[in-house]
């Protein structure tokens, strides 16, 4: 049974974490016309199109892409709570409420993580290789997060240290969730 759940939160994972990259993408302006954008709309438009007809993006997000990673971490947590045996529910919630807010965690400690990773990549990429096809999305990703951090921490001996000072805000973020 571990397995098959593990597998299942593989899957379900990855999928959750393209949504998510994809709704991130389009609230933040990042241009999908790079590998990356094509990846993530590739793999994500047998859910989304078919739930935008009902769901519209409105005020500049995509609500679908966002509903599509919340519908995929609901069933694997609802599968999950579901499989356990004996689940101790505090200060009377219901068992649907418990498990909508764990998808609603997960999904927010999922967000983080990608957020995490995109800082990673570009503080690697600016010194590694700053003209790579993945520069430019991951710095249009992390920009409206390490603007406000540049704006109060300056560049010291032309090092940039705002990556460093959002991650370690966002895991501080991640320990509360």
């Given at each position: 049974m571990q397995a098959?759940?593990?597998?299942l939160?593989?899957?379900?994972?990855?999928?959750?974490t393209?949504?998510?990259?994809?709704?991130?993408?389009?609230?933040?302006?990042?241009?999908?016309?790079?590998?990356?954008?094509?990846?993530v709309v590739k793999?994500?438009?047998?859910?989304?199109?078919?739930?935008?007809?009902?769901?519209p993006?409105?005020?500049?997000?995509?609500?679908?892409?966002l509903?599509?990673?919340?519908?995929?971490?609901l069933?694997?947590t609802?599968i999950?709570?579901?499989?356990?045996?004996?689940?101790?529910?505090?200060?009377?919630?219901?068992?649907?409420t418990?498990?909508?807010l764990?998808?609603?965690?997960?999904?927010?400690?999922?967000?983080?993580?990608?957020?995490?990773?995109?800082?990673?990549?570009?503080?690697v990429?600016?010194?590694?290789?700053p003209y790579?096809?993945?520069s430019?999305?991951?710095?249009?990703?992390?920009?409206?997060?390490l603007?406000?951090?540049?704006?109060?921490?300056?560049?010291?001996?032309?090092?940039?240290?705002s990556?460093?000072?959002?991650?370690l805000?966002?895991?501080?973020?991640l320990?509360?969730l």
């Amino acid at each position: 049974m571990q397995a098959i759940v593990f597998l299942l939160d593989a899957v379900v994972s990855f999928f959750c974490t393209l949504f998510l990259l994809r709704f991130m993408m389009q609230a933040m302006r990042v241009s999908f016309a790079g590998q990356i954008g094509d990846f993530v709309v590739k793999l994500t438009n047998w859910a989304v199109k078919p739930l935008r007809r009902v769901i519209p993006g409105v005020g500049g997000f995509d609500w679908a892409s966002l509903i599509a990673a919340l519908a995929l971490q609901l069933l694997l947590t609802g599968i999950i709570v579901g499989a356990s045996i004996g689940l101790d529910i505090a200060d009377g919630l219901t068992i649907s409420t418990t498990i909508l807010l764990m998808a609603v965690r997960g999904l927010l400690r999922l967000a983080v993580y990608i957020l995490i990773g995109a800082l990673i990549l570009q503080a690697v990429l600016s010194w590694v290789n700053p003209y790579s096809p993945l520069s430019a999305p991951a710095y249009q990703l992390t920009r409206p997060l390490l603007d406000p951090i540049r704006r109060i921490l300056p560049t010291i001996s032309g090092i940039d240290l705002s990556p460093l000072v959002a991650i370690l805000l966002l895991q501080a973020a991640l320990m509360f969730l």
